[in-house]
């Protein structure tokens, strides 16, 4: 993220711009995106290092805009898990598929606005969504969380990063040099961030901050639905 450029309010098309963006520079993201790989793996493990196998099941996970299908989707895949990738761009979804061809019985590609996903109570013990949910208005992600707090199982593990700033709108027209790579973020900041994922209903393990380059700087959230979080979070 950078504070390039602002305005006041998220336009109504938000969701198409992004998904055309994210469509047209699809290639260009895949190469710029490599140099988060390492963060990508060093929080992915440690995830895995908070989840409970049960023995007897395969375990189940979802991946909030999950791109190209990156290191941290293999690495799950790798561990056991089945897992389902959303993304609102097509494009990134077809090189999800390709990147993911020898683990293809294990992805399932799920295409669209994260905000219309709709699934059972606990059906997942990992929800994870690496430089993704940032995409979403701040008050969509308050939703959101509330909502992957319901499709957690008891004990399952969800895991994200949110702007370490408060931004209400961040709007870059040409983001990486591209004619087509209108993009838009926004975020609660570090302590609202934290408070959010704990609101929804979950334990938060760990908060760590972490710098990926100039002006970009992120707080990473880990957090728990406790055994006892049977019960579902108010929408």
């Not at 309010?9 to 995106?33: C, G, H, M, Q």
């Amino acid at each position: 993220m950078s504070n390039t450029a602002t305005q006041p309010l998220a336009p109504n098309d938000l969701k198409d711009r992004v998904k055309v963006s994210y469509d047209a520079i699809a290639e260009t993201y895949s190469k710029f995106t490599k140099a988060h790989d390492n963060t990508r793996l060093h929080y992915g493990t440690k995830l895995l290092g908070h989840w409970v196998s049960k023995h007897g099941m395969q375990p189940t996970a979802l991946e909030l805009g999950c791109g190209a299908g990156g290191p941290a989707t293999e690495l799950l895949i790798e561990h056991g898990f089945h897992v389902t990738g959303n993304d609102i761009s097509a494009i990134q979804l077809e090189l999800a598929k390709a990147n993911l061809v020898k683990h293809d019985k294990y992805f399932t590609a799920i295409q669209g606005d994260m905000m219309e996903l709709d699934f059972p109570i606990a059906s997942f013990d990992v929800v994870f969504g690496l430089f993704s949910i940032i995409h979403l208005p701040r008050q969509e992600q308050r939703v959101l969380v509330k909502r992957v707090f319901n499709w957690l199982r008891p004990c399952g593990v969800f895991l994200a990063n949110f702007s370490k700033d408060a931004v209400e709108v961040e709007i870059i027209e040409k983001w990486l040099g591209e004619e087509q790579g209108w993009m838009f973020w926004s975020g609660w900041g570090e302590d609202g961030s934290v408070n959010m994922v704990e609101e929804a209903g979950l334990e938060v393990l760990m908060k760590e901050v972490r710098d990926e380059g100039v002006q970009e700087h992120f707080v990473w959230v880990l957090g728990k639905k406790n055994d006892g979080s049977g019960s579902e979070a108010a929408l």
